[in-house]
Structures are given as structure tokens and as C-alpha cells.
């Protein structure tokens, strides 16, 4: 069993940045990748941004590209996103995962077996 946890939500303005945070515990050793979703109201639940745990590879959707960073330190069982130059429509609650592979799959929710409760992330123009 894996436990997610997730903190560093909170409000923003535009063009500012957060930090988010991603504390495992638990089976860590069985989960390979770790991932980033988002889901804003009414909309669903979308990939943002993944990082194999072991080899530190990262891969991101179209949209944060350029402005958001993964990065793991395996040290403290802890995934990050940093989220620079934020816009609005980054407005959402942002979910960590842990999955068995950092692989052609990684955009798939079905692809993970564990996701935190999720923080808020709300970006004011």
C-alpha cells in the first residue's frame, strides 16, 4: 500500500508561481513513476506531468510545457511540481499518483494505482 499526500496548493495571481509537493510512504520501492493530474470543475481529470522514479525522466502535457518542473527527491519520498507563470486556466484541484511504469502510458489515469487527496490550486487574473 502506498500513501500520497499532497500540499502547496493555495491562491495566486497571475503570472506568479507555487510549489507543489508529493510525500509517499509505504511500497515506494514498487511504484515506478509518479504523476501529476488535474481536475477543474466540471471538466475531467487530466494528465499534467510525470517523472520516473528511478531514472528522474520527466514528461508533461502541451500545455505546462516550458512552465511547470517535476522533480522527485527519492531521499524523502517526495515529488514536486513547480508551477511558474501561471494562468488561470491552470485553476484546478492537482492530484499526485503512483503507478508501475514511467512508460508510452504515463498520460493514463488507469496507468496508476494510488492518488492523493488532492490540493487546490486557484490562479485570479
Known amino acids: 500500500q502506498v500513501q500520497l499526500v499532497e500540499s502547496g496548493g493555495g491562491l495566486v495571481q497571475a503570472g506568479g508561481s507555487l510549489r507543489l509537493s508529493c510525500a509517499a510512504s509505504g511500497r515506494t520501492f514498487s511504484s515506478n513513476a509518479m504523476g501529476w493530474f488535474r481536475q477543474a470543475p466540471g471538466k475531467e481529470r487530466e494528465f499534467v506531468a510525470a517523472?520516473?522514479?528511478?531514472?528522474?525522466?520527466?514528461y508533461y502535457t502541451d500545455s505546462v510545457k516550458g512552465r511547470f518542473t517535476t522533480s522527485r527527491d527519492t531521499a524523502k519520498n517526495t515529488m514536486y511540481l513547480q508551477m511558474n507563470s501561471l494562468k488561470p486556466e491552470d485553476t484546478a484541484v492537482y492530484y499526485c499518483a503512483a503507478g508501475r511504469q514511467f512508460g508510452p502510458r504515463v498520460e493514463l489515469l488507469n496507468e496508476y494505482d494510488y492518488w492523493g487527496q488532492g490540493t487546490q490550486v486557484t490562479v485570479s487574473s
Open positions: 517523472i520516473g522514479w528511478s531514472s528522474g525522466s520527466t
